[in-house]
């Protein structure tokens, strides 16, 4: 999985909107449900869930793969 999240925001630092929505629809449920876990009701959880992606999106060219996995980064930019 972690070469396949790598080589998704590879596509999407190349444009591939499609590649950056597939690493949506795999890491979101974990993201939101970490916010739901911290105490955050429901809606809150979605607002920062949608954050949390808006950051990713700009910083795509922040990920480094030898640094971990996509899904770690994600939790670094959650907490």
């Known amino acids: ?9 590879s596509l999407a630092l190349e444009g591939d909107e ?3 929505e ?8 974990r993201v939101k449900a ?4 911290s105490g955050f009701a429901a809606h809150d959880a979605e ?5 949390v992606f808006v950051r ?3 910083s795509l060219h922040t990920f480094d793969a ?3 996995c996509a899904g770690t980064w994600l939790s670094a930019i959650a907490r």
């Open 1 to 9: 999985m972690a070469e396949r999240d790598a080589n998704l925001i």
């Open 22 to 29: 597939r690493l949506y629809r795999q890491h979101a449920g």
């Open 66 to 68: 030898s640094r971990g």
């Open 34 to 37: 970490y916010f739901l876990r």
């Open 18 to 20: 499609l590649a950056f």
């Open 47 to 51: 607002d920062r869930l949608q954050e």
């Open 56 to 58: 990713a999106f700009h």
